[in-house]
Structures are given as structure tokens and as C-alpha cells.
């Protein structure tokens, strides 16, 4: 089976820091995969080459059968790169929710504008979805009226709503008080049992041991371990990864 997601020897330069360093990785259809490390390691920065939020330096990415070759320019990489943003969905630490439209009308923007998708078909998909996240019935308050927990479950529904292959998380539970966290995990977990590709980056250790199919773990750039959760949690390979865990059991991020 070819994978849904291929990264192969992947470089990401900010001026002369080399932020990820020869990066490879194939993600299978219906994978979730966690991403650990350290603050700085490069979790977020590679999430985000994945979609060309960050144009990477060197090296391919192929999302659903659409590769795009980094640090190449011209008319035919943008309409790839466009391509690929439309296979995948991404969810932010923050939930970048327009503050002037209701719960539905931020849902259907992207499909309307983005997709060109009719309004009649993008409002009936909004209401699944907002309804898959337990918040049809606030579909039409304001963000202004919503807790954090809410306002990011309508995050994960409006990128649900553009029909995505792949659904990127970065750290989606970091800027949330404690109370809230769970209620966007149990979301998170419902996505992930329906069938849908995943790659999380996360703090959430309970979570990626319970819903993850692998957890990789990143340090100074690179991918230092990648295995199923069992094994890596109760077996780290690299010195690094034991260290890690070892920190998150004591409370420290």
C-alpha cells in the first residue's frame, strides 16, 4: 500500500539554523502518529512544511499522490502546493476564528471561498460536522460567546468541513485552561477512531499512548525514535526519549 503521506529527506533552514535535518517518514492511510520532544526540536516546523505553512529547503513531500519537490518556485509548484492545503487540514494552538461570523459561517468559509463549493452543500457538511463535535446547537452564537474548549472543537470542525485526506494537529490543547482539554482529546479520539489520518503534534502523553498507532519523537531536529506506543513508553531506545518521558511522569514540560 503506498503510503498517504511521504516525507523523504527533508531539510528546513531558517537563515543558517538548520531547523530539520534529513528528515524521512511515510504515514499510512488511517495512521495516527503522535509527535513528541522538547520544546524546539522541530515538531511543529515539520507539521507545517508538511502543508507549505513553512516551504522546506530541500527534499519532497507527497501528500494523496501530489508531490512537491522543496525550495522549488514557479506557477506549476504554487498550484501543487495549493493541491496539497486542500488535501490537508490543519488545527492551530489557537483557533483563528473570525470573530465577526457565527460558529456556522466561519465552518463553511473555507469550503465556500477556498472550494468553491455551493453554500446550500457546504452548510448541510458545516452542520455534520459541527454536529460530529457536539456543537450543532451553537452553530449560530459568536466565538466571543464560546470557551476555549468550544471555540477549538469548531476549529476541528471547520477543517473537517474542507473534506481533508489528512488532519494535522499542532499542539491544539497547549493554549487551553486544564478543565478544557479533555473535551477536545475526546473529539480528537472520535476523528481518529472514525478512520481519519492523523499527525499530532502533542504534550498530551495519555493521549498519544492511548489513540496514537506510532509516536515519534524528535530532538535537535531529527527523528530519534519512532515506535508503537507500548513500546516506546515502557522501552525508550534513545537516551533522549527516556529523559523525556522521565519529565513528563514528573510534571515538567
Given at each position: 500500500?503506498?503510503?498517504?503521506?511521504?516525507?523523504?529527506?527533508?531539510?528546513?533552514?531558517?537563515?543558517?539554523?538548520?531547523?530539520?535535518?534529513?528528515?524521512?517518514?511515510?504515514?499510512?492511510?488511517?495512521?495516527?502518529?503522535?509527535?513528541?520532544?522538547?520544546?524546539?526540536?522541530?515538531?511543529?516546523?515539520?507539521?507545517?512544511?508538511?502543508?507549505?505553512?513553512?516551504?522546506?529547503?530541500?527534499?519532497?513531500?507527497?501528500?494523496?499522490?501530489?508531490?512537491?519537490?522543496?525550495?522549488?518556485?514557479?506557477?506549476?509548484?504554487?498550484?501543487?502546493?495549493?493541491?496539497?492545503?486542500?488535501?490537508?487540514?490543519?488545527?492551530?494552538?489557537?483557533?483563528?476564528?473570525?470573530?465577526?461570523?457565527?460558529?456556522?459561517?466561519?465552518?463553511?468559509?473555507?469550503?465556500?471561498?477556498?472550494?468553491?463549493?455551493?453554500?446550500?452543500?457546504?452548510?448541510?457538511?458545516?452542520?455534520?460536522?459541527?454536529?460530529?463535535?457536539?456543537?450543532?446547537?451553537?452553530?449560530?452564537?459568536?466565538?466571543?460567546?464560546?470557551?476555549?474548549?468550544q471555540k477549538q472543537r469548531v476549529a476541528i470542525a471547520r477543517a473537517l468541513t474542507m473534506?481533508?485526506?489528512?488532519?494535522?494537529?499542532?499542539?491544539?490543547?497547549?493554549?487551553?485552561?486544564?478543565?478544557?482539554?479533555?473535551?477536545?482529546?475526546?473529539?480528537?479520539?472520535?476523528?481518529?477512531?472514525?478512520?481519519?489520518?492523523?499527525?499530532?503534534?502533542?504534550?498530551?502523553?495519555?493521549?498519544?499512548?492511548?489513540?496514537?498507532d506510532r509516536v515519534l519523537v524528535m530532538g535537535d531536529g531529527e527523528l530519534i525514535e519512532d515506535?508503537?506506543?507500548?513500546?516506546?513508553?515502557?522501552?525508550?531506545?534513545?537516551?533522549?526519549?527516556?529523559?523525556?518521558?522521565?519529565?513528563?511522569?514528573?510534571?515538567?514540560?
Amino acid at each position: 500500500m503506498v503510503p498517504i503521506v511521504r516525507i523523504s529527506n527533508l531539510d528546513k533552514y531558517f537563515g543558517r539554523l538548520h531547523v530539520l535535518k534529513n528528515i524521512s517518514l511515510d504515514v499510512e492511510q488511517r495512521q495516527v502518529v503522535c509527535l513528541i520532544g522538547r520544546s524546539g526540536s522541530g515538531k511543529s516546523t515539520l507539521l507545517r512544511c508538511i502543508n507549505f505553512l513553512e516551504e522546506p529547503s530541500h527534499g519532497s513531500i507527497e501528500v494523496d499522490g501530489i508531490k512537491v519537490e522543496g525550495g522549488e518556485k514557479g506557477a506549476r509548484h504554487r498550484q501543487l502546493v495549493h493541491d496539497v492545503r486542500l488535501k490537508t487540514g490543519m488545527v492551530f494552538q489557537e483557533f483563528n476564528l473570525f470573530p465577526h461570523m457565527s460558529v456556522l459561517e466561519n465552518v463553511i468559509e473555507g469550503p465556500v471561498i477556498v472550494k468553491g463549493m455551493d453554500k446550500k452543500k457546504a452548510i448541510e457538511l458545516g452542520e455534520e460536522n459541527l454536529d460530529r463535535v457536539g456543537l450543532l446547537f451553537k452553530k449560530d452564537e459568536y466565538p466571543m460567546r464560546l470557551s476555549g474548549g468550544q471555540k477549538q472543537r469548531v476549529a476541528i470542525a471547520r477543517a473537517l468541513t474542507m473534506e481533508p485526506r489528512v488532519m494535522l494537529f499542532d499542539e491544539p490543547t497547549s493554549a487551553l485552561d486544564p478543565e478544557l482539554i479533555g473535551e477536545v482529546l475526546n473529539v480528537m479520539k472520535k476523528v481518529a477512531t472514525e478512520g481519519m489520518t492523523m499527525l499530532v503534534v502533542t504534550h498530551e502523553m495519555g493521549f498519544a499512548r492511548e489513540v496514537a498507532d506510532r509516536v515519534l519523537v524528535m530532538g535537535d531536529g531529527e527523528l530519534i525514535e519512532d515506535a508503537k506506543p507500548a513500546d516506546l513508553f515502557n522501552n525508550p531506545k534513545d537516551p533522549r526519549t527516556k529523559a523525556l518521558i522521565d519529565r513528563y511522569r514528573t510534571g515538567e514540560q
